[in-house]
């Protein structure tokens, strides 16, 4: 299988994150969070009201709440190949984060000094930081998959001078906040770097898993078994180990002291929270039923009209995904099990099949979609089978 060429300095840069700073970093860390407290603390003084409520709102921003709303407005407006190939890749960046936070089990900065404020308190573990993570390879990816090669270069390195500052911004955001070590960002940088790097080199077998999960025919329904079989895998494992590592970490009480003092006792003080973004991969399964839903009766460009119907169907398709993803975190849960299920699995399985296979249906049946088929290019798509993976 033939992948685009990745420059040697970026692999070799990968590589020696992998083998030498990230664990220098973990090595190192107990050492440098006794002297970055002292840091996040005097920058802590020239907090404001108003101040703090904008980076909530950076914070906000940056968090997995994008997958909820963004992918499918882009869905309705984009070749459904390239944006399943951004969901694979965001709903499995998410799936990492989860991986390294139940590994690390790093505390935020406010659980470890009282004299730190927890001004988001945040839930979950501190490293990595998964907003910075997830706007990482988010941001990037889309203007590599989305915009390299339609507009000039110049445009393009603004582009990318101009996501490199957001990801800069929610770093500041997250120490200002108190909720992660200034090592633990770095930590991150590090990982979302290696991550990526990976992500490109892998861009010919994520381009041929795209085509086969969102189109169907007799040969590309298997995927959705396999995508069912490898998502039930991913959330073993970190099921595992989160049984395995996070329970047997004691959490001590001076934590849960600190946290309680600036947050509500609903907050999480373990990492229950970390474990269930791991679930973000039954996100991905309701996206490939869906969108082979939506292929198979649906022409294979529905989404090229006018921009009043895209900008129509964006704007429910986000909205109504939106509704459901917090429409089921309304619903009452009294313990672990049962709050994993309703508020993580179920209703972003029904984002994903909703929002890519549902209403782009029932857009159809309000004339919000193009109705003429094309089938030179559906067949073209189409004909990829897990085999030529296999291959």
């Known amino acids: 299988m033939v992948t685009p060429y990745i420059p040697w300095v970026v692999r070799g840069t990968a590589l020696v994150m992998a083998l030498f700073v990230i664990p220098l970093d973990i090595i190192t860390r107990d050492a440098l969070s006794e002297y970055e407290a002292d840091l996040i603390n005097d920058l802590q003084k020239h907090r404001s009201y108003q101040l703090d409520y904008f980076f909530k709102v950076i914070i906000f921003m940056g968090s997995h709440n994008v997958v909820i709303f963004a992918l499918p407005m882009l869905y309705n407006i984009i070749e459904s190949t390239i944006i399943m190939k951004v969901t694979i890749v965001c709903t499995h960046t998410l799936y990492l984060y989860t991986l390294f936070a139940v590994i690390f089990t790093e505390p935020r900065p406010y659980w470890v000094r009282s004299e730190i404020k927890g001004i988001n308190c945040e839930n979950g573990f501190g490293s990595p930081a998964e907003e910075v993570l997830f706007s990482m390879v988010f941001l990037l990816y889309c203007i590599i998959e989305l915009i390299e090669g339609k507009i000039r270069h110049s445009y ?39 991550c990526f790097t990976m992500i490109l080199l892998m861009d010919i077998y994520i381009s041929q898993l795209a085509s086969i999960s969102s189109f169907y025919n007799d040969k590309n329904r298997k995927a959705k078994i396999y995508w069912f079989v490898a998502s039930m895998a991913m959330v073993f494992i970190v099921l595992c180990l989160h049984m395995n590592i996070d329970k047997n970490t004691n959490i001590p009480i001076k934590w849960i002291k600190n946290a309680y003092k600036d947050c509500n006792f609903d907050k999480d003080i373990s990492g229950y929270y970390s474990f269930y973004q791991s679930s973000w991969v039954f996100y991905n399964l309701g996206a490939v039923n869906g969108a082979q839903f939506t292929s198979k009766h649906l022409p294979f460009d529905w989404w090229q009209t006018g921009w009043v119907k895209k900008i129509i169907r964006m704007a429910l398709d986000g909205g109504i995904g939106y509704g459901i993803y917090y429409g089921f975190n309304s619903i009452p849960t009294y313990d672990a099990h049962t709050k994993f299920i309703f508020h993580y699995c179920i209703n972003v399985f029904v984002c994903g099949l909703v929002c890519y296979g549902g209403l782009p249906y029932v857009f159809s049946k309000l004339r919000l979609t193009k109705t003429e088929d094309n089938q030179i290019a559906g067949s073209f798509a189409s004909g990829v089978s897990m085999r030529m993976i296999n291959d």
């Open 156 to 194: 393009l390195v603004l582009l990318y001078v101009v996501a490199s500052l957001w990801i800069l911004l929610l770093c500041f955001s997250e120490l200002l906040l108190g909720e992660n070590f200034i090592h633990q960002i770095f930590l991150t940088l590090c990982v979302g770097y290696v």
